[in-house]
């Protein structure tokens, strides 16, 4: 099958894509001025040097950048649509109507059809949408799209192939552009919370923002491996089931989180087995604490979070999801 996704889009969903279809082609033209906030946007000039990379990590991604006029996508069995798209490109505009084969629409971040042209959503609205955070799946099964599934986002073989060591003995927390996009709220991201661990365990902190230092997917695996536990510390309205998250339980990290309504982290935390669920920041700290001072304790906690990780957000795992929207994708078509 050859499959193409669209672009400009964030690095991670072309690492993501590349994983469950492998020969994958990213199609469009560089990104213009609108997508100069995100620097997780792959730009040309790193597009080589990520290759390189991603053929270390094994997989098979192409390029073609050409203007979206001289893109002919029938060419192509399936064309994933990112529709974060319309935000990195204004010329998408003027293509996004173009059905030229097989689509699958893909919903990374968005909670809103506001900011889509009218024509664009009646084109689309019978091919398969797949959403990756629960806290919007209400939203977008109330829009015109007949066809909604919510799938996690795969994490690539390599997360689970490099050995977890927790030596650099830190907790992780994870959010990219804390003080530059996030919401001026800070508990809506859970900034409050990893403020007052950080006051908690002074020295045994980390946080990795990829808007000020981004890492590649190889260098934040190795973040990953070193450290001892991670922190996903969200209100339910943000970033339910954050790619952080499955990237930690890959990496084989207990892991921590906020229990809320919309939230959906606690089918993946067995009880102490490999982290904790929870509301109360005290008992949070106190599991914390216990794997900061307790090196054989976090190492059997790893060991369940790398299977909770195989078989939940593997590709292997995923993949017969993504392959049956394909199918019902190539029903619409026809």
């Known amino acids: 099958m050859k499959v193409a996704l669209l672009y400009p889009t964030v690095a991670a969903l072309v690492e993501k894509m590349a994983s469950i279809f492998p020969g994958l082609t990213v ?8 997508s100069q906030w995100d620097n997780r946007i792959l730009k040309l000039a790193d597009a080589a040097k990520r290759v390189d990379e991603w053929r270390e990590l094994g997989l098979d991604v192409k390029f073609d950048q050409r203007p979206y006029s001289q893109i002919d996508f029938s060419v192509y069995d399936l064309l994933i649509e990112s529709v974060e798209t319309f935000y990195y490109s204004a010329d998408w505009r003027n293509h996004c109507e173009r059905v030229e084969c097989p689509i699958i629409v893909k919903v990374c971040w968005i909670n809103t059809t506001g900011d889509f042209p009218a024509s664009y959503l009646n084109k689309v609205a019978k091919f398969p949408l797949l959403l990756e955070m629960p806290a919007h799946e ?41 003080d530059i996009w996030r919401p001026a709220d800070i508990t809506v ?8 661990i950080e006051e908690r365990f002074p020295g045994r902190t980390f946080h990795q923002d990829g808007a000020v230092d981004f890492k590649t997917s190889k260098q934040m695996t190795e973040l990953y491996a070193e450290s001892r536990v991670f922190c996903q510390l969200d209100r339910g309205e943000a970033r339910p089931l954050a790619a952080s998250f499955t990237e930690a339980l890959a990496a084989g990290m207990p892991v921590v989180a ?3 309504p919309t939230l959906s982290y606690d089918k993946y935390i067995d009880g102490y087995q490999n982290g904790l669920c929870t509301d109360d920041f005290e008992n949070m700290c106190e599991f914390i604490d216990l794997c900061l001072s307790d090196f054989r304790f976090a190492q059997e906690c790893s060991l369940h979070s790398r ?3 195989r078989a939940s957000f593997s590709a292997q795992a995923l993949r017969p999801i993504y392959m049956k929207a394909a199918e019902r994708s190539r029903a619409a078509w026809r």
């Open 27 to 34: 199609v469009g033209p560089v990104p213009d001025q609108m």
């Open 138 to 178: 209400t939203f977008w099964r109330n829009t015109c799209f007949q066809d909604v599934t919510l799938v996690p986002e795969p994490v690539g073989d390599w997360w689970f192939e490099r050995p977890w060591t927790g030596a650099n003995g830190k907790a992780l927390f994870v959010l990219a552009g804390k």
């Open 189 to 196: 991201c859970g900034v409050d919370w990893w403020n007052r």
């Open 258 to 260: 906020r229990r809320h």
């Open 307 to 309: 299977k909770v990780g």
